[in-house]
T-cell receptor
Framework: KNQVEQSPQSLIILEGKNCTLQCNYTVSPFSNLRWYKQDTGRGPVSLTIMTFSENTKSNGRYTATLDADTKQSSLHITASQLSDSASYICVVSPDPYNQGGKLIFGQGTELSVKP | KAGVTQTPRYLIKTRGQQVTLSCSPISGHRSVSWYQQTPGQGLQFLFEYFSETQRNKGNFPGRFSGRQFSNSRSEMNVSTLELGDSALYLC?????????????FGPGTRLTVL
């Protein structure tokens, strides 16, 4: 069964600290993996997307890694800011066209950054 | 380029009523997907429309329906509302051409069923 599992479920860190969120998937075939950031009450916004051949992708203070062999991805946030408080969702697509019905969503990690 | 817009943003209904939500995709995007998001279930896929045709459908009862118009705008309808239908309803649009299509999400419609 295609599944995406994220850990931890929730995380509290102090402003300025780094953190790493994990995503393990059992999706086959694999086309791409995307990390989304979702602020409370808003729609998700894409942070990074990686295909099979990519190991790392950065977007400002956000760096995603992908190990296609172990089917694991991580999202590293450097020098966290209060605005990083959000839910982070890992999404895996077996379909290069990313058809809506084919995407496999993780449950998300709720990150809270405290001053 | 304007993003995905959804109307209304908030809605309060009572059990048994029906509701229609609207989604306007990014100009040029032909695919619109709808999702239900609840704290316990995360994002659940409802259906996807492409060029006015339903291309994929999730595991929701027939009370949930949708359609897409020739300008790619989409509506979803929920009839005979139940308390469990309270959720954030998100739509996402994509070009759905070749290769790595990103889904762009709207801000969502927060539906509360009393």
């Amino acid at each position: 069964k295609n599944q995406v599992e994220q850990s931890p479920q929730s995380l509290i860190i102090l402003e300025g600290k780094n953190c790493t969120l994990q995503c393990n998937y059992t999706v086959s075939p694999f086309s791409n993996l995307r990390w989304y950031k979702q602020d409370t009450g808003r729609g998700p916004v894409s942070l990074t997307i990686m295909t099979f051949s990519e190991n790392t992708k950065s977007n400002g203070r956000y760096t995603a890694t992908l190990d296609a062999d172990t089917k694991q991805s991580s999202l590293h946030i450097t020098a966290s800011q209060l605005s990083d408080s959000a839910s982070y969702i890992c999404v895996v697509s077996p379909d290069p066209y990313n058809q809506g019905g084919k995407l496999i969503f993780g449950q998300g990690t709720e990150l809270s950054v405290k001053p | 380029k304007a993003g995905v817009t959804q109307t209304p943003r908030y809605l309060i209904k009572t059990r048994g009523q029906q509701v229609t939500l609207s989604c306007s995709p990014i100009s040029g995007h032909r695919s619109v997907s709808w999702y239900q998001q609840t704290p316990g279930q995360g994002l659940q896929f409802l259906f996807e429309y492409f060029s006015e045709t339903q291309r994929n459908k999730g595991n929701f009862p027939g009370r949930f329906s949708g359609r897409q118009f020739s300008n790619s705008r989409s509506e979803m309808n929920v009839s005979t509302l139940e308390l469990g239908d309270s959720a954030l309803y998100l739509c996402a649009s994509s070009f759905s051409g070749t290769g790595g299509n990103e889904q762009f999400f709207g801000p969502g419609t927060r539906l509360t069923v009393l």
